[in-house]
């Protein structure tokens, strides 16, 4: 079976195993990569650098977590129905996303803007159960001043809120612009952009609610 | 130079319309799978959480398991990160960028783990001072 496979030429220089001259693009043989890869390499270097800045936080997170002060613990504060729910919507924005960019590919106006307007709204639900935990927190007087562990907490969830409210405004602008514009190549690799960005959010998010969440009601 | 970024234009139009209706299934199909092995890593993760079943003091490392385990999903289901070779420079970054995440969390961690065990409880020092 394996001899049989192995005479096959192997044509795809993408296959693992080709030997073949290497005709990829962006390896010499195949000329320079396309716009598309090199701009979607050069938003990864920045959401890497991203990653860094919420690695410090969790870091952060991580050392004070103990450090209450007498004052409320994890456990005392998390409410882990509203965690599933945060998390569930977030899921099913990332994954909407992902179908915008199908629709994108096929140059299909409504069904980009249904499955963008739909990724917002999510978004946006995520939003306001987070908000809703944060002003509920306030209320009982457990704000970000009350000790080190709930200063840390408010720092890393709200830096990964403001990711959202600002991925939630250029959701607005991509919207506006594939409606405005079309699908040009141009306007079609800002949303690459804009979906990596917005998986990564759902990425920080899994970290968020298995470390923070999940991991402070068993400690 | 316009020349030369009209023609990557151009190769971008042919890229974008080369996909036929297969390969807009096949991208469907990628987020559907990837989408139900992120439920279910989250449905495991919440389990684990509130279950006795597991011996108590693993939890955390339970968690932190399926939590990267899950990002991994994410990372080749949403993000489509591959070994193919226009995607080499993205694998060697994100290489990168764990070694420094990875230096930052465990050594700030183990660092002041170290120095809370070694430190005089802070009331105790104060006494000393005065």
């Known amino acids: 079976m394996s001899t049989a496979d192995s005479t096959l030429p192997i044509s795809d220089p993408y296959r693992l195993g080709y030997r073949g001259p290497n005709l990829a693009r962006g390896h010499g043989g195949g000329g320079p990569a396309t716009k598309r890869v090199i701009v979607g390499y050069g938003f990864w270097l920045f959401l890497l650098s991203d990653i860094v800045v919420f690695s410090c936080l969790f870091a952060a997170y991580a050392v004070l977590a103990d450090a209450t002060a007498g004052g409320p613990r994890a456990r005392d504060i998390f409410d882990l129905d509203r965690v599933a729910i945060e998390t569930a919507c977030l899921l099913a924005s990332s994954f909407f996303c992902g179908l915008a960019t199908i629709a994108v590919a096929q140059r299909n106006q409504i069904l980009t803007q249904a499955a963008l307007a739909i990724t917002g709204l999510l978004g946006l639900a995520f939003l306001l159960l987070e908000a809703s935990e944060f002003a509920n927190l306030y209320a009982h007087g457990d704000g970000p001043t009350r000790s080190a562990f709930l200063s840390g907490f408010f720092t890393l969830v709200g830096c990964h809120g403001l990711h959202v409210t600002v991925g939630l405004l250029w959701l607005g602008t991509m919207m506006a612009q594939f409606l405005a514009k079309g699908f040009r190549p141009d306007i079609g690799r800002r949303f690459l952009c804009f979906s990596m960005f917005w998986h990564f959010l759902d990425i920080i998010w899994v970290a968020i609610f298995s470390l923070v969440y999940l991991v402070g009601t068993r400690l | ?130």
């Not at chain 2, 559907?32 to 079943?53: C, Q, Y």
């Open chain 2, 1 to 130: 130079m316009t020349i030369d970024t009209e023609r990557h234009g151009l190769e971008q139009e042919e890229d974008d319309k080369g996909g036929a209706s297969d390969e807009h299934s096949a991208r469907l199909a990628t987020y559907v799978i990837g989408l139900g092995l992120a439920i279910l890593l989250t449905a495991a993760s919440f389990w684990v959480a509130k279950t006795d079943v597991i011996y108590g003091p693993g939890i955390p490392e339970a968690l932190a398991t399926l939590a990267v385990a899950q990002m991994g999903v994410h990372l080749v289901f949403f993000l489509h990160l591959t070994t193919a070779p226009d995607n080499t420079n993205n694998i060697l970054a994100l290489a990168f960028g764990l070694l420094i995440v990875g230096l930052i969390v465990f050594g700030s961690v183990w660092i002041m783990a170290h120095l809370n065990n070694n430190l005089m409880p802070m009331q105790q020092l104060m006494q000393m001072q005065r």
